[in-house]
């Protein structure tokens, strides 16, 4: 029997020839992430295990993201104790302030995850670097102290479903409609315990940027990881980003899947997932009159180089609704320096938005743009549960950048076809 | 180990942003966690849980982010069990990490409501229903995951494991 991408690497990890769904393997880590939220308690059960060093200081990566620049007293205490801890033992790859960007997007710009690694991070949205070939999954505090002691994690080998997407893109429809729409189809927890592995003509010609906003929401169908098969558009982001080496590893053609499900992406339009779930998904030509107080464009979703010229190109020559606050976030200071010197922030300020340094702040409702009881906001980030934002009566509507930014003009939900923007 | 205590019923996808909703985050003191566990989704809950009571949940219970805050607070508010139908999986692995005990069954969440007295006998993986006088089988625990929980956590269990 042949093995999938996901297991292949799990094997290789765990010194296997080979592995199969279901098997409990311990496999090492090439990268143990912790962020301002989740590291504190993995730092604390790291010193009450009585550890005295790190597995390896270039692999520990702590990444303040969330509540930062401190958003408040407690806020800056739990920096404080990142801070310290990477100081005492010398982690190389701590960010501050100033070099800081949302973890997901600074970590693969970086070039310190790489393909055909296996990470470990102690965020959800781990999952994000399937977009270049690693396995890669969110796992708890605790397990985060684990591998920060032994470089190496328990994994149960995860069953992998097929998502095969053919056909060419509609105008404005981007990875997070193609996301949406999956998750829309199976469920919250459609792909639970599983691997999800994205591929097909469709996929061979998306962007990176793309790729990652797909893998990032395996999460939200509840899977372990997602995944997507490195090839020349891998290459060509790793070359140049990558200081140690890496492996392409690719599906056998006889690998076997507890699901295949293929996607006619010619038929998907924009997506908007409506309160309370990813899943509770909508073209947007079914959307009817949902007034919005808030557009956030940002998150290790969608805060990316691509998704701020998208939103620009929609945003160029209009300004947006007076009832609407339009908060942009571009996730690194790479992207903010990037977007800058494009002119985008020009398009951006022309439009009446306002710029945020790299922060995931209001997707978990943090700060940098919480929502009142009532208010309703679209967004590009994740996750619209209830009170996700703010106010437990607020409302999180979910979308791609373009559709945020034409929202933000509209003072509703809407599309860029109604700004006359045809792509 | 034997538990006992009274249902407190949930729906499917109960997400860890209502077991324990971000803006408390910026702190890690399981008592001050506790306070706000399921504020958002039962205010009643955390006015009228008492020790020992259990969290009976659809599908899918705890998925969203990885917050381990989310099983801290459920057993910090003296919550002794949670049983669902099934558990998003990196709340699974914490809740094992954490020593919060999880018990996974169809029958049993279909057969109880809010209020039912439950008996969880984790050794012989029953839940006994003491007002209809149901017993329920539950899905045995992987062998791996119970040598972590007799070493008292993934920490213990490494450190039993290097020495």
């Excluded at chain 1, 801070?83 to 100033?98: I, N, Q």
């Excluded at chain 1, 994740?382 to 791609?400: K, W």
């Excluded at chain 2, 005990?101 to 969880?120: C, K, M, R, T």
Aim: with cysteine; aromatic share 8%.
């Amino acid at each position: 029997m042949g093995m999938t991408i996901t297991e292949k690497i799990l094997a290789d990890h765990a010194g296997r020839k080979e592995v199969s769904p279901g098997q409990l393997i311990n496999a090492k880590v090439d990268i143990a992430l912790g962020n301002d939220i989740t590291a504190p308690i993995a730092i604390e059960q790291f010193k009450r295990a009585g550890a005295k060093r790190v597995f390896d200081k270039e692999k520990v990566v702590l990444v303040p993201d969330h509540f930062v620049p401190n958003k408040d007293i407690k806020s800056a205490e739990q920096c404080k104790i990142l801070r310290e801890f990477a100081r005492e033992h010398g982690l190389t790859h701590y960010f501050e302030v100033g070099e800081m960007g949302i973890e997901h997007a600074l970590l693969p710009e970086k070039g310190l995850v790489l393909p055909g690694d296996l990470v470990a991070g102690a965020d959800s949205h781990t999952c994000t670097y399937g977009a270049l070939g690693a396995f890669s999954a969110g796992v708890g505090s605790t397990d985060l102290a684990a591998a920060m002691v032994t470089g190496e994690l328990w994994f149960k080998v995860p069953e992998t479903i097929k998502l095969i997407y053919y056909g060419q893109l509609r105008t404005w429809v981007s990875g997070k409609d193609l996301i949406l729409y999956t998750i829309g189809r199976i469920g919250v927890d459609g792909a639970l315990y599983k691997a999800m592995e994205f591929v097909g003509e469709t996929i061979d010609h998306l962007p990176m940027s793309g790729r990652f906003t797909m893998a990032n929401m395996a999460i939200e169908a509840g899977a372990k990881n997602g995944i997507f098969h490195p090839d020349r558009m891998t290459e060509q982001y790793v070359k140049g980003r990558a200081k140690r080496d890496y492996h392409f590893y690719t599906s056998d053609a006889n690998a076997h899947y507890s699901e295949i499900l293929d996607f006619d992406v010619s038929k998907i339009e924009p997506q908007v997932a409506f309160p309370h779930l990813p899943s509770n998904t909508r073209g947007i030509s079914e959307v009817e009159e949902v007034f919005i107080d808030q557009s956030v464009i940002g998150s290790c979703t969608n805060g990316r180089l691509d998704d701020l010229r998208e939103a620009a190109r929609v945003l160029k020559g209009h300004r947006i609704s007076s009832n609407v606050r339009l908060i942009i976030i571009p996730a690194t200071p790479m992207i903010f320096r990037k977007a800058m010197k494009e002119g985008l922030f020009d398009i951006f300020l022309d439009a009446g938005a306002v710029i945020s340094p790299p922060t995931c702040g209001p997707c978990l409702g943090g700060y940098m743009g919480v929502l009142a009881k009532g208010e309703r906001a679209i967004s590009t980030t994740n996750r619209n549960f209830v009170g996700r934002m703010g106010h437990p009566e607020s409302d999180v509507y979910l979308s791609n950048p373009a559709i945020a930014a034409a929202s933000a003009v509209l003072g509703r939900i809407g599309g860029p076809e109604e700004l006359g923007k045809r792509g | 180990m034997k538990l006992k205590g009274k249902a407190w019923k949930f729906g499917p996808n109960i997400d860890t942003d209502a077991i324990i909703p971000a803006r408390y985050l910026n702190v890690t003191d399981p008592e001050e966690l506790a306070q706000h566990c399921m504020e958002d989704e039962s205010p009643r809950f955390g006015r009228e849980v008492k020790d020992g009571d259990m969290i009976v949940a659809e599908t899918n219970f705890g998925c969203g982010s990885s917050r381990e805050h989310a099983p801290i607070a459920i057993k910090a508010k003296g919550v002794s069990c949670v049983i669902a139908k099934s558990f998003a999986r990196i709340f699974y692995r914490n809740a094992f990490n954490m020593g919060l005990p999880i018990v996974e069954s169809d029958e049993a969440v279909d057969g109880i409501q809010g209020g039912h007295e439950l008996d969880v006998d984790l050794d012989k993986g029953e839940i006994r229903n003491r007002p209809t006088g149901k017993t329920y089988k539950v899905s045995p625990i992987p062998a791996f995951m119970q040598e972590i929980i007799d070493d008292g956590g993934l920490m213990e269990h490494i450190a039993r494991r290097r020495s």
